[in-house]
C-alpha cells in the first residue's frame, strides 16, 4: 500500500464492524437457551413452538440463499450492510414486543432474512487484506456474541427483562450499522479486476458437504452434551458448571483465532479444514470415554480452539472456487445452517437405542466424515483471482 492509499476501512470503521457482529450474534443467543420456558410463559403448547421457533431463521436463511447474488448486483455492500443490520434490529423489536408465540416466530423469522451471516462475511472479507484474516476476525467477533449473548440473556430472564434486553440489542445493532455504513464507502462484495471463469457447478460440493459435516457434528454435540453429563454425574455436572465449559470453549476460540488466520493465509484454507474436522471428531469422541473432570474441561478447551478455525476455512476455501465472492459465501452459510439442523436430528435418532453416549458419538462420526471427505477429494483449491479486497 503506499503512502496515497487509504485502507478499505479505518480502526472506527473496523471497530463498528466488529460491535456489529457482536451484537447481531448475541441477541438471538440471549433468547435461544431459554426459549422453551418464554413460550410456556405465553400460555402456549411448548413443544411445538419452540422447535418452530428455532427452526424459523434457518427456514429464511436458506430461502434466501439464491437471492444473494442477484441482491449483490443491484445494491453495493454498504447498502446489504444496512439491510442485514436494519432487519435484525426489526427482528429484535419484534421478539421483544412478542406477546404470543406467532409474533415470535415472525420476529425469527426476519432475523433470518437478514442475511447476517452472509451480509457480515462479505464486508469482513472486503476489509482485510487476505481470506484468512477478514474471516477469522469475523470467527472471533461471532465468537464473542456467543459468550456473551447466553450470559447477559440469563441475567435478563432472572429479573423478567428479557423484553428490555432485545430492545437494548436492536438499538446497538442499529447504530452499529450506520456507523459501519457510513464507514464502509469503499468496500465492495466482489474484488476489483477480471471477473473468474465460471467452474464446474459441484466442484465446491465437497468442500460444502464438509463444512455442513463439521456443523452437524457441533451443533449435535452441544445439543446433547448436557444430557450426557446429567446422566454421567448429575451431582458434579450442574447447569452452571456445564454453562461454563460453554462459555470457556468460545473464550479459547478468540484467543487462538489470530493463529489459525495464519495458517489459513501461510499453508492451505482445505488443510486448516480438515485439521479442525479430524480434531474436533477425535475430540468429541473422548468425552464419553472415561475421563474425568480434569479430562473434560481439556476436551472442551481443546473443541473451542480447534472450532474455532472451521467456519473460516470454509469460506476461505470455498472463495477459491465459486464463481463470485457472493455465491460462495452464500453457498458456505447455507451448507453450516443445514448442518445445525442436521446435527442434533441425526444425534437424537441414535439416543434411544444406544443411550446417553450415542449422540457424543454421532456428532463425532458427522465430524470425521467430514474430514474424510475432504481426505478423499482429489482436487486441490486454485487460486484464479486476486487477493486484494
Known amino acids: 500500500m503506499t503512502a496515497t492509499e487509504r485502507p478499505p476501512i479505518g480502526g472506527a470503521g473496523l ?39 428455532l427452526a ?16 449483490a448486483r443491484l445494491l453495493s455492500l454498504p447498502a446489504l450492510i444496512g439491510w442485514a443490520g436494519g432487519m435484525s434490529a426489526a427482528s429484535c423489536v419484534l421478539i421483544a414486543l412478542a406477546s404470543d408465540p406467532r409474533m415470535l416466530l415472525a420476529g425469527r423469522l426476519v432475523q433470518g ?11 469482513f472479507r472486503a476489509a482485510s487484506p487476505s481470506a484468512g484474516r477478514g474471516f477469522a476476525l469475523m470467527q472471533q467477533a461471532v465468537s464473542a ?12 430472564f432472572e429479573q423478567g427483562r428479557i423484553g428490555a434486553l432485545m430492545l437494548g440489542c436492536g438499538g446497538v445493532i442499529l447504530a452499529a450499522t450506520l456507523a459501519t455504513v457510513a464507514a464502509s464507502r469503499d468496500l465492495a462484495t466482489e474484488p476489483a479486476g477480471e471477473p473468474r471463469s465460471e467452474p464446474s457447478r459441484f466442484r465446491d460440493l465437497p468442500l460444502l458437504g464438509a463444512g455442513m459435516c463439521g456443523s452437524a457434528g457441533a451443533f449435535a454435540f452441544v445439543a446433547f452434551f448436557p444430557a450426557w453429563a446429567s446422566a454421567h454425574d448429575p451431582a458434579l455436572y450442574t447447569p452452571g458448571l456445564i454453562s461454563l465449559l460453554h462459555s470457556l470453549s468460545w473464550l479459547v476460540a478468540m484467543l487462538v483465532l489470530p493463529l489459525w488466520a495464519r495458517g489459513m493465509d501461510g499453508l492451505s484454507p482445505m488443510i486448516a479444514l480438515v485439521l ?40 476461505a476455501a470455498v472463495e477459491t472456487l465459486g464463481p463470485s465472492r457472493t455465491v460462495a459465501v452464500a453457498r458456505a452459510r447455507a451448507s453450516l445452517t ?26 463425532a462420526g458427522l465430524s470425521l466424515a467430514g474430514a ?9 483449491p486454485r487460486r484464479t483471482w486476486s487477493r486484494a479486497p
Not at 466488529?18 to 441477541?27: D, F, G, I, R
Not at 432474512?113 to 464486508?123: D, E, H, N, P, T
Not at 456474541?145 to 435478563?156: E, M, R, T
Open 276 to 315: 479442525s474436522l479430524l480434531g474436533c471428531g477425535l475430540a468429541f469422541a473422548a468425552v464419553p470415554l472415561g475421563a474425568g473432570l480434569v479430562g473434560i474441561v481439556a476436551f472442551r478447551l481443546l473443541q473451542g480452539a480447534l472450532f474455532a478455525g472451521q467456519a473460516p476455512a470454509l469460506f
Open 15 to 53: 471497530a463498528a464492524l466488529l460491535l456489529l457482529q457482536v451484537a447481531m450474534t448475541a441477541a438471538p443467543l440471549a433468547l435461544l437457551p431459554f426459549l422453551g420456558l418464554h413460550v410456556a410463559q405465553m400460555g402456549a403448547a411448548s413443544a411445538f413452538w419452540t422447535a418452530a421457533i
Open 338 to 363: 443445514v448442518g445445525q439442523l442436521v446435527g442434533p436430528f441425526t444425534a437424537g435418532l441414535v439416543l434411544v437405542p444406544l443411550g446417553p453416549s450415542g449422540p457424543l458419538f454421532a456428532a
Open 145 to 156: 456474541g456467543c459468550l456473551l449473548g447466553p450470559l447477559a440473556g440469563g441475567l435478563a
Open 372 to 380: 474424510v471427505t475432504l481426505a478423499a477429494t482429489t482436487h486441490r
Open 56 to 71: 424459523a431463521p434457518a427456514v429464511t436463511t436458506l430461502a434466501m440463499t439464491p437471492a444473494w447474488t442477484g441482491l
Open 113 to 123: 432474512l437478514a442475511g447476517g451471516g452472509v451480509v457480515l462475511a462479505l464486508a
